[in-house]
């Protein structure tokens, strides 16, 4: 199994988690961006920078990930390719997407793409909190647990 991360808009609060999790478990990291990105030195933690364009990043993560990988992103499309291709996709802010809520994500977020595009002001996320960092180091941590049995 190996960790990927959609690393241009990734808060680094949570990259910094990811560091340290590779190290501790052994487990491949690979930061995609369209970006030079500044990594910890490690034997685990790898960048890959792609051309800059729209989804570049994404396809690239979907062309070299495998069944059974975990994959860090907020982004919902690349996370639909993600379990289509048989991987696991955790946002950011520690939620898994799944099979069963991928369509329903899908779906708002055509909604709301819709609603801005006719001039709605549909406001953004919320601030990244305390409360949402520790949510995504707990759902990583038992997702570790579960896939790297020893």
């Not at 305390?130 to 995504?136: A, E, G, V």
Request: hydrophobic fraction near 45%; include cysteine.
């Amino acid at each position: 199994m190996q960790i990927w991360i959609d690393a241009d808009a990734c808060p680094r609060v949570v990259k910094e988690i990811l560091y340290r999790a590779a190290d501790r478990v052994q487990v491949p990291l690979t930061l995609v961006a369209n970006r030079s990105l500044q990594v910890p030195r490690s034997r685990h933690i790898r960048t890959v920078q792609v051309a800059s364009g729209f989804d570049v990043a994404d396809q690239e993560i979907v062309r070299r990930m495998a069944a059974g990988d975990l994959v860090i992103t907020a982004d919902i499309p690349l996370a639909a390719a993600v379990i289509e291709k048989g991987g696991h996709a955790l946002e950011p802010r520690g939620e898994f997407f799944s099979e069963e809520n991928i369509g329903e994500r899908l779906a708002m977020r055509n909604f709301m793409d819709e609603l801005r595009s006719s001039g709605v002001e549909t406001g953004g996320p919320a601030s990244f909190s305390k409360t949402d960092r520790t949510h995504f180091a707990n759902q990583l941590d038992r997702f570790l647990a579960r896939h790297l049995k020893r």
